[in-house]
């Protein structure tokens, strides 16, 4: 989808590591499979989905690094905890 608004993509490798180390973690508790690793790739894009059409630099490359990936997931662990409320 990106590529239609001319954006460019690339996850380095500590990205791609920390994505499946968030996965690995958060399924410890609820364990839904990959559909989690769809979750935590999802947070990393949701702003740069919104955003694509608006950049003003086209055929640029994004670069994902793990220090980005932690941030956009952190809400992903401050939510674990509300499933035991829930009947």
């Known amino acids: 989808m990106?590529?239609?608004?001319n954006v460019n993509l690339v996850f380095d490798m500590e990205a791609i590591e920390?994505?499946?180390l968030i996965s690995t973690e958060l399924n410890e508790e609820d364990n839904i499979?990959?559909?989690r690793l769809r979750t935590v790739v999802d947070a990393i894009l949701e702003d740069?989905?919104?955003?694509?059409p608006d950049f003003e630099i086209k055929d640029a490359?994004?670069?994902i690094g793990k220090?980005?990936?932690k941030e956009k997931c952190t809400h992903l662990?401050?939510?674990r905890d509300?499933?035991?409320w829930i009947l």
């Open 2 to 5: 990106l590529k239609t608004e």
């Open 33 to 35: 499979g990959a559909r």
């Open 18 to 20: 920390e994505m499946a």
């Open 82 to 84: 509300f499933k035991k």
């Open 67 to 69: 220090d980005y990936v």
């Open 77 to 79: 662990y401050q939510n």
């Open 61 to 63: 490359y994004i670069v």
């Open 48 to 52: 740069i989905n919104f955003e694509a």
